[in-house]
Protein backbone atom coordinates (compact mmCIF):
# COMPACT_ATOMS: atom_id res chain seq x y z
CA UNK A 1 0.00 0.00 0.00
CA UNK A 2 1.13 3.50 -0.84
CA UNK A 3 1.07 6.70 1.75
CA UNK A 4 1.72 10.36 0.58
CA UNK A 5 2.98 12.64 3.39
CA UNK A 6 2.87 16.19 1.55
CA UNK A 7 3.76 17.93 4.84
CA UNK A 8 6.54 17.88 7.86
CA UNK A 9 6.75 14.20 9.83
CA UNK A 10 9.15 13.45 12.28
CA UNK A 11 11.42 10.94 10.55
CA UNK A 12 11.35 8.27 12.99
CA UNK A 13 7.91 8.37 12.48
CA UNK A 14 8.45 8.36 8.46
CA UNK A 15 10.81 5.39 8.85
CA UNK A 16 8.18 3.61 10.96
CA UNK A 17 5.58 3.75 8.19
CA UNK A 18 8.18 2.83 5.58
CA UNK A 19 9.16 -0.51 7.26
CA UNK A 20 5.39 -1.65 6.52
CA UNK A 21 4.32 0.61 3.67
CA UNK A 22 5.31 2.19 0.15
CA UNK A 23 5.76 6.11 1.35
CA UNK A 24 6.38 9.24 -0.65
CA UNK A 25 7.52 11.68 1.52
CA UNK A 26 8.17 15.41 0.17
CA UNK A 27 7.35 18.24 2.94
CA UNK A 28 7.22 20.72 0.10
CA UNK A 29 4.68 18.88 -1.65
CA UNK A 30 2.18 20.97 -0.42
CA UNK A 31 3.77 23.94 -2.22
CA UNK A 32 3.22 22.08 -5.57
CA UNK A 33 -0.15 21.48 -5.80
CA UNK A 34 -0.18 19.80 -9.15
CA UNK A 35 2.58 17.65 -7.92
CA UNK A 36 0.49 16.86 -4.95
CA UNK A 37 -2.50 15.70 -7.17
CA UNK A 38 -0.21 13.77 -9.59
CA UNK A 39 0.89 11.84 -6.94
CA UNK A 40 -2.18 10.64 -5.64
CA UNK A 41 -4.07 8.27 -8.45
CA UNK A 42 -1.88 5.13 -6.60
CA UNK A 43 -1.94 6.59 -2.79
CA UNK A 44 -4.04 4.58 -0.39
CA UNK A 45 -3.37 6.93 2.58
CA UNK A 46 -2.29 10.94 3.15
CA UNK A 47 -1.12 12.82 5.68
CA UNK A 48 -0.84 16.65 6.17
CA UNK A 49 -0.48 19.50 8.47
CA UNK A 50 -2.64 22.39 8.08
CA UNK A 51 -1.78 23.69 4.61
CA UNK A 52 -2.68 20.96 2.50
CA UNK A 53 -6.38 21.96 1.20
CA UNK A 54 -8.06 18.21 1.36
CA UNK A 55 -10.62 19.63 -0.81
CA UNK A 56 -12.72 17.83 -3.87
CA UNK A 57 -9.99 18.08 -6.46
CA UNK A 58 -7.70 16.41 -4.13
CA UNK A 59 -10.24 13.83 -3.44
CA UNK A 60 -11.20 13.08 -7.01
CA UNK A 61 -7.60 12.71 -7.72
CA UNK A 62 -6.96 9.99 -5.04
CA UNK A 63 -9.81 7.46 -6.20
CA UNK A 64 -8.09 4.91 -3.75
CA UNK A 65 -7.41 6.52 -0.31
CA UNK A 66 -8.46 5.25 2.53
CA UNK A 67 -7.47 7.29 5.14
CA UNK A 68 -6.33 11.25 5.69
CA UNK A 69 -3.94 11.87 8.61
CA UNK A 70 -3.53 15.29 9.98
CA UNK A 71 -0.86 15.94 11.80
CA UNK A 72 -2.27 18.46 14.01
CA UNK A 73 -6.36 18.50 15.77
CA UNK A 74 -7.87 20.82 13.22
CA UNK A 75 -9.77 20.08 10.58
CA UNK A 76 -10.73 22.90 8.60
CA UNK A 77 -8.16 22.39 5.82
CA UNK A 78 -10.04 19.32 5.07
CA UNK A 79 -13.96 18.58 3.76
CA UNK A 80 -14.65 16.40 6.44
CA UNK A 81 -17.73 15.63 4.79
CA UNK A 82 -16.58 14.47 1.70
CA UNK A 83 -14.40 12.04 2.98
CA UNK A 84 -17.31 10.68 5.07
CA UNK A 85 -19.21 10.15 2.15
CA UNK A 86 -16.51 8.46 0.53
CA UNK A 87 -15.60 6.32 3.41
CA UNK A 88 -12.18 8.10 4.09
CA UNK A 89 -11.08 7.75 7.72
CA UNK A 90 -10.19 11.21 8.98
CA UNK A 91 -7.35 10.47 11.76
CA UNK A 92 -6.17 13.78 13.66
CA UNK A 93 -3.50 13.63 16.53
CA UNK A 94 -6.21 14.36 19.08
CA UNK A 95 -4.63 15.17 22.57
CA UNK A 96 -1.07 14.88 21.30
CA UNK A 97 0.22 18.77 20.92
CA UNK A 98 -2.07 19.60 23.89
CA UNK A 99 1.18 20.37 26.03
CA UNK A 100 3.05 22.61 24.13
CA UNK A 101 -0.01 24.75 23.00
CA UNK A 102 -0.90 24.86 27.37
CA UNK A 103 2.70 26.01 27.56
CA UNK A 104 2.41 28.45 25.11
CA UNK A 105 -0.66 30.13 26.47
CA UNK A 106 0.78 30.41 30.02
CA UNK A 107 4.08 31.40 28.52
CA UNK A 108 2.42 34.10 26.73
CA UNK A 109 0.12 35.57 29.70
CA UNK A 110 2.80 35.76 32.01
CA UNK A 111 4.79 37.71 29.59
CA UNK A 112 2.10 40.08 28.70
CA UNK A 113 0.57 40.78 32.07
CA UNK A 114 4.34 41.51 33.42
CA UNK A 115 5.19 43.71 30.10
CA UNK A 116 8.60 43.97 31.08
CA UNK A 117 10.25 41.22 28.21
CA UNK A 118 9.82 43.24 25.06
CA UNK A 119 12.09 45.94 25.83
CA UNK A 120 15.66 44.56 25.18
CA UNK A 121 16.62 46.66 21.97
CA UNK A 122 16.28 49.64 24.42
CA UNK A 123 17.84 48.25 27.28
CA UNK A 124 21.08 47.56 25.37
CA UNK A 125 20.79 50.93 23.36
CA UNK A 126 21.65 52.50 26.67
CA UNK A 127 18.26 53.05 28.06
CA UNK A 128 16.89 52.50 31.59
CA UNK A 129 13.00 52.31 31.22
CA UNK A 130 12.42 51.21 35.19
CA UNK A 131 10.09 53.55 35.85
CA UNK A 132 7.69 52.54 32.93
CA UNK A 133 8.28 48.83 33.30
CA UNK A 134 7.87 48.49 37.41
CA UNK A 135 3.99 48.37 37.33
CA UNK A 136 3.47 44.61 35.61
CA UNK A 137 0.68 42.47 37.02
CA UNK A 138 1.20 38.83 38.61
CA UNK A 139 -0.95 36.24 37.50
CA UNK A 140 -1.75 34.81 41.45
CA UNK A 141 -5.56 35.79 41.90
CA UNK A 142 -6.09 36.91 38.31
CA UNK A 143 -9.13 35.21 36.29
CA UNK A 144 -7.97 33.09 33.43
CA UNK A 145 -11.08 32.35 31.47
CA UNK A 146 -10.87 30.18 28.77
CA UNK A 147 -13.57 29.68 25.84
CA UNK A 148 -13.51 26.03 24.40
CA UNK A 149 -12.72 23.88 27.26
CA UNK A 150 -11.48 20.73 25.51
CA UNK A 151 -8.45 18.95 26.02
CA UNK A 152 -6.24 21.79 25.23
CA UNK A 153 -8.46 24.15 27.62
CA UNK A 154 -8.39 21.59 30.62
CA UNK A 155 -4.72 21.31 30.63
CA UNK A 156 -4.06 24.78 30.30
CA UNK A 157 -6.86 25.54 33.22
CA UNK A 158 -4.26 23.06 35.36
CA UNK A 159 -1.08 24.84 34.47
CA UNK A 160 -3.27 28.23 35.61
CA UNK A 161 -4.43 26.80 38.41
CA UNK A 162 -0.50 25.90 39.47
CA UNK A 163 0.31 29.49 39.57
CA UNK A 164 -2.84 30.33 41.31
CA UNK A 165 -4.96 31.65 39.09
CA UNK A 166 -8.86 31.53 39.21
CA UNK A 167 -10.59 29.75 36.40
CA UNK A 168 -13.42 30.39 34.47
CA UNK A 169 -14.45 28.41 30.66
CA UNK A 170 -17.19 29.08 28.12
CA UNK A 171 -17.89 25.84 26.06
CA UNK A 172 -21.62 25.53 24.75
CA UNK A 173 -21.37 22.11 23.72
CA UNK A 174 -20.88 21.04 27.62
CA UNK A 175 -23.97 21.33 29.93
CA UNK A 176 -23.68 23.20 32.96
CA UNK A 177 -23.62 19.74 34.83
CA UNK A 178 -21.13 18.45 32.83
CA UNK A 179 -18.78 16.29 35.16
CA UNK A 180 -15.78 18.11 33.58
CA UNK A 181 -16.73 21.29 35.61
CA UNK A 182 -17.03 19.93 38.94
CA UNK A 183 -13.74 17.36 38.19
CA UNK A 184 -11.70 20.66 37.13
CA UNK A 185 -12.81 23.20 39.35
CA UNK A 186 -13.37 25.56 36.93
CA UNK A 187 -16.60 27.81 36.60
CA UNK A 188 -18.36 27.51 34.02
CA UNK A 189 -19.96 30.95 32.41
CA UNK A 190 -21.94 32.37 29.52
CA UNK A 191 -19.47 34.09 27.20
CA UNK A 192 -20.21 37.58 27.64
CA UNK A 193 -19.48 36.68 31.32
CA UNK A 194 -16.61 35.55 30.58
CA UNK A 195 -15.67 38.20 28.95
CA UNK A 196 -16.27 41.23 31.40
CA UNK A 197 -14.61 38.88 33.94
CA UNK A 198 -11.45 37.31 32.67
CA UNK A 199 -7.86 38.93 33.14
CA UNK A 200 -6.69 36.71 30.54
CA UNK A 201 -8.76 35.45 27.78
CA UNK A 202 -7.36 32.23 25.78
CA UNK A 203 -9.52 30.74 22.81
CA UNK A 204 -9.21 26.84 21.94
CA UNK A 205 -12.38 26.48 19.96
CA UNK A 206 -12.50 25.59 16.28
CA UNK A 207 -13.18 27.57 13.27
CA UNK A 208 -17.10 26.61 12.05
CA UNK A 209 -19.49 29.19 10.63
CA UNK A 210 -20.61 29.71 14.39
CA UNK A 211 -17.35 30.62 15.83
CA UNK A 212 -16.16 32.62 12.33
CA UNK A 213 -15.35 36.39 13.68
CA UNK A 214 -16.27 35.58 17.15
CA UNK A 215 -14.63 37.74 18.56
CA UNK A 216 -15.24 41.11 16.79
CA UNK A 217 -15.23 44.49 17.83
CA UNK A 218 -18.21 44.44 20.07
CA UNK A 219 -17.20 41.46 21.91
CA UNK A 220 -12.93 42.71 22.14
CA UNK A 221 -14.64 45.97 23.67
CA UNK A 222 -17.08 43.77 26.22
CA UNK A 223 -13.24 42.37 27.66
CA UNK A 224 -12.61 43.40 30.81
CA UNK A 225 -10.20 46.66 30.05
CA UNK A 226 -6.75 45.91 30.42
CA UNK A 227 -7.44 42.22 29.80
CA UNK A 228 -4.86 39.81 27.46
CA UNK A 229 -5.87 38.15 25.06
CA UNK A 230 -4.12 35.00 23.48
CA UNK A 231 -5.06 33.32 20.21
CA UNK A 232 -3.81 29.87 18.93
CA UNK A 233 -7.06 28.36 17.85
CA UNK A 234 -7.82 29.56 14.37
CA UNK A 235 -7.09 33.30 13.04
CA UNK A 236 -10.76 33.62 11.34
CA UNK A 237 -12.20 33.56 15.04
CA UNK A 238 -10.47 37.08 15.52
CA UNK A 239 -11.42 40.21 14.11
CA UNK A 240 -7.59 41.34 13.59
CA UNK A 241 -8.45 44.95 12.87
CA UNK A 242 -10.20 45.37 15.30
CA UNK A 243 -8.00 43.82 17.57
CA UNK A 244 -5.19 46.38 16.55
CA UNK A 245 -7.41 49.10 17.13
CA UNK A 246 -8.10 47.69 21.31
CA UNK A 247 -4.52 47.50 21.34
CA UNK A 248 -3.77 51.09 20.60
CA UNK A 249 -6.44 52.45 22.51
CA UNK A 250 -5.44 50.58 25.15
CA UNK A 251 -8.51 48.61 26.00
CA UNK A 252 -6.39 45.34 26.20
CA UNK A 253 -3.48 45.09 27.66
CA UNK A 254 -1.46 43.30 25.25
CA UNK A 255 -1.82 39.60 23.11
CA UNK A 256 -0.45 37.52 21.88
CA UNK A 257 -1.32 35.84 17.97
CA UNK A 258 -0.20 32.52 16.69
CA UNK A 259 -2.80 32.13 14.00
CA UNK A 260 -3.94 34.36 11.53
CA UNK A 261 -6.96 34.69 9.10
CA UNK A 262 -4.42 34.40 6.04
CA UNK A 263 -1.12 32.89 6.59
CA UNK A 264 1.95 33.84 6.31
CA UNK A 265 0.31 37.31 7.92
CA UNK A 266 0.41 39.80 4.47
CA UNK A 267 2.05 42.91 3.76
CA UNK A 268 0.23 45.79 5.22
CA UNK A 269 -1.55 43.76 8.23
CA UNK A 270 -2.93 46.38 11.07
CA UNK A 271 -1.37 43.81 13.25
CA UNK A 272 1.77 44.77 11.92
CA UNK A 273 2.63 48.18 14.15
CA UNK A 274 0.19 47.31 17.02
CA UNK A 275 1.74 47.59 20.56
CA UNK A 276 2.08 45.06 22.92
CA UNK A 277 1.69 42.42 20.38
CA UNK A 278 3.64 39.38 19.94
CA UNK A 279 3.62 37.53 16.81
CA UNK A 280 4.10 33.60 16.22
CA UNK A 281 4.00 31.82 12.97
CA UNK A 282 1.28 29.13 13.72
CA UNK A 283 3.78 27.03 16.20
CA UNK A 284 1.86 26.90 19.52
CA UNK A 285 1.67 23.11 19.09
CA UNK A 286 5.21 22.85 17.50
CA UNK A 287 7.91 21.63 20.04
CA UNK A 288 10.42 18.83 19.50
CA UNK A 289 8.03 16.63 22.09
CA UNK A 290 5.13 17.59 20.79
CA UNK A 291 6.14 16.78 16.78
CA UNK A 292 7.37 13.18 18.27
CA UNK A 293 3.91 12.55 19.82
CA UNK A 294 1.78 14.13 16.93
CA UNK A 295 3.92 12.23 14.13
CA UNK A 296 3.91 8.88 16.04
CA UNK A 297 -0.07 8.73 16.76
CA UNK A 298 -0.78 9.78 12.95
CA UNK A 299 1.64 7.22 11.97
CA UNK A 300 -0.50 4.45 14.17
CA UNK A 301 -3.55 5.41 13.33
CA UNK A 302 -2.92 5.53 9.90
CA UNK A 303 -1.22 2.22 9.72
CA UNK A 304 -3.69 0.71 11.59
CA UNK A 305 -6.57 2.16 9.44
CA UNK A 306 -4.70 0.86 6.24
CA UNK A 307 -4.13 -2.89 7.85
Known amino acids: MHIVISEFMDEAAVAALRA ?16 LLAALPQADALIVRNRTRVDAALLAAGPQLKAVGRLGVGLDNIDVPACEARGIAVLPATGANARAVAEYVIAAALMLLRGAYLSSAQVAAGAWPRTDLSNGLEAEART ?9 GRL ?26 RDTGVQALPLDALLACADVLTLHIPLTDATRNLMDAARLAAMKPGAVLVNTARGGILDEAAL ?39 IAGLTQEANTRVSSMVAQRVAQALK
Open 144 to 152: LGIVGFGGI
Open 156 to 181: TARLAQGLGMRVAAHDPLLRDDDPAW
Open 244 to 282: AAALRSGQLRGAAIDVFQDEPLPAGSPLADAPNLVLTPH
Open 20 to 35: DFDVRYEPDLVDRRDA
